[in-house]
């Protein structure tokens, strides 16, 4: 593919997680040729990450493939640059004009090993180590989750709190995956808002987090993408 050298796929960790969490994506993509960067949210405020993603995608050249897991999907939709030619979810949520991430979390009801989450005194919200293996990515090999256990971030309340402006996805094409197996993200939630914003959907058997658990799947729907807006 001979745009590969000038395009870049840009990813975007969620909640609880960084870059690494899309490690076996990167590797994938980079064997096939991409630039690949990941973009470091501090998860302190929605406009803090999407700052922080506006400063990674200065750092890139020419066009630009954006994805982003759970909650980077609220962030990926305020990146408004001309350059980003297609916006791709993962599991990920994707408010509407003046809707909050945890209005479009909690749409509908949890699963039942969903995990407890509340903010603690300094208003951050981590994940229970037995959330990881229960719901964050319960088809993980034990080493995974205990890795992801170990560089796990929290993320503050305000986050999740802040009304969103116009998304992208609005005047992007947009592609979503849908998580069947997600017990995060009701698979309903992603299916109602996978079809309001008009994305192409590809659903699969796949827990929350594909990123490690289903890593092929993640690189084909975004190379899709890719072939759709680039070539």
Known sequence: MSYTKDATIVLVHGAWADGSSWELVIRK?????WNVVTAPLPLTSLSDDAAALRRT???TEGPIILAGHAYA???????????????????ALAPDEGETVAQVFYRDEPHPDAPKLAPDADGFIWMPDTGFEQAFAQNATDEQIAVTRAVQRPIELKSIQEPVAAP????????????????????????????????????FAVDHTPLLTAPEKVVDIILEAAQSTLA
């Open 29 to 33: 993509l980079q064997q096939q040729g």
């Open 57 to 59: 995608i200065e750092r």
């Open 73 to 91: 999907g609220a962030v990926i939709g305020t990146a408004h640059e001309e350059r980003v030619k297609a916006l791709v979810y993962i599991a």
């Open 168 to 203: 992208a996805w609005k005047s992007k094409p947009s592609w979503y995956l849908i998580a069947e197996d997600d017990r995060m993200i009701n698979r309903k939630t992603q299916r109602f808002m996978a079809e309001r914003m008009n994305a192409m959907m590809e659903s």
